[in-house]
């Protein structure tokens, strides 16, 4: 069944059918249950291309990715947000447009995305403290969602961000009541929101412990492999080296983990360690016992979250900026024990 037959068996028009299933507000309740029932009983699938007439909607979102940031395609931690918005816009008949471009060309490509109808909103990822995009986006008038926040932002916006100031606060407590005094932090790019957030965190619960960050024990990268084994290699060989790492990724607390092998350490006696993001599909940390304490949120449930918000804001683009901050859960496993004694 097609939609305009669909529509003459409800006596509506195709316009109107098409908007209940979408969630237009100005169809009402009534019309929009009686719609639903009716595409369920009659086993009706939407078809893209029909609701692409009738609505004048392109029927994709589209995330655009520089090449600076290419790696993060690959990064499992994008694969899950990804994996969790294709679950929202497929439920919703929506495609994903992914475009990787040149960094200079971002903003001619978010122009030439409005201009040609591509995409009928935006995810936008990797915020940075100070973040032209926004501005950009609501100039043009695109519909957008940010994964993360803009601590530097004036407009209002919409949002979807896990409270990495807090999650790396109460990391950082349980390492200082875990008798830990020398704790390193193996950061992301500091510009980035999200790590700016995360190193606010670990400093306030320094400091509420009246002790002083030291700059030999804060490095800030990619959260690669290659780039937490250099910084944990670099602090663990200081004349007095961390007894704890906290790191802002399980990438990275790989090579940190490789880091500390190296010198012949055990990792949750000798050297304690916390990371960040360990629910991942392509990268379990362990089984039944978590091989890393960690500060746990679902970035698939954030990708899900997003993929809704901004499908809400097309529906109705005078809705006011929705935001969502999630709670990371701090989960105990076998890398983090006692400050070992001198």
């Known amino acids: 069944m097609n939609l305009k037959e669909l529509a003459r068996k409800l006596d509506l028009s195709p316009t109107t059918v098409s908007r209940a299933l979408n969630g237009y507000p100005e169809v009402n309740e009534e019309t929009r249950a009686r719609v639903a029932a009716a595409a369920r009983r009659y086993n009706y699938a939407p078809n893209s291309r029909a609701i692409r007439l009738a609505t004048g909607k392109a029927m994709a979102i589209g995330h655009v990715i520089p090449i600076a940031a290419r790696h993060e395609i690959v990064n499992p931690v994008f694969a899950d947000f990804i994996a969790g918005a294709g679950e929202t816009y497929s439920r919703s008949g929506y495609d994903m447009v992914l475009t990787v471009v040149p960094d200079m060309d971002e903003e001619r490509v978010y122009r030439e995305l409005k201009a040609r109808g591509t995409v009928d909103g935006i995810i936008l990822h990797a915020p940075r403290l100070q973040d032209a995009r926004l501005a950009l986006l609501t100039e043009i008038g695109f519909p957008f969602v940010v994964h993360g926040r803009v601590t530097e932002a004036t407009l209002p916006y919409s949002w979807v961000d896990v409270n990495n100031r807090r999650a790396f606060l109460r990391a950082?407590?349980?390492?200082?009541?875990?008798?830990?005094?020398?704790?390193?932090?193996?950061?992301?790019?500091?510009?980035?929101?999200?790590?700016?957030?995360?190193?606010?965190?670990?400093?306030?619960?320094?400091?509420?412990?009246?002790?002083?960050?030291?700059?030999?024990?804060?490095?800030?990268?990619?959260?690669?492999?290659?780039?937490?084994?250099?910084?944990?290699?670099?602090?663990?060989?200081?004349?007095?080296?961390?007894?704890?790492?906290?790191?802002?990724?399980?990438?990275?607390?790989?090579?940190?983990?490789?880091?500390?092998?190296?010198?012949?350490?055990?990792?949750?006696?000798?050297?304690?360690?916390?990371?960040?993001?360990?629910?991942?599909?392509?990268?379990?940390n362990g089984e039944a016992v978590p091989i890393y304490t960690a500060t746990r949120s679902s970035v698939r449930e954030a990708g899900r979250l997003a993929a809704q918000m901004l499908l809400d804001i097309i529906a109705d683009p005078a809705s006011a900026p929705q935001q969502r901050l999630l709670e990371a859960e701090l989960i105990i496993g076998q890398s983090t024990g006692p400050a070992p004694q001198a």
């Open 172 to 284: 950082t407590e349980f390492l200082l009541d875990l008798g830990h005094r020398r704790i390193g932090l193996i950061n992301g790019l500091e510009f980035m929101d999200f790590a700016f957030r995360r190193r606010s965190g670990f400093e306030q619960a320094l400091a509420a412990r009246g002790l002083t960050p030291d700059p030999a024990l804060m490095a800030s990268d990619e959260m690669t492999e290659t780039a937490g084994y250099r910084a944990a290699s670099r602090m663990l060989g200081l004349a007095a080296p961390p007894t704890a790492l906290l790191v802002s990724s399980m990438i990275s607390a790989i090579g940190a983990r490789r880091a500390i092998q190296d010198r012949g350490l055990t990792l949750g006696r000798d050297v304690s360690v916390i990371i960040h993001d360990d629910e991942l599909s392509y990268l379990r």
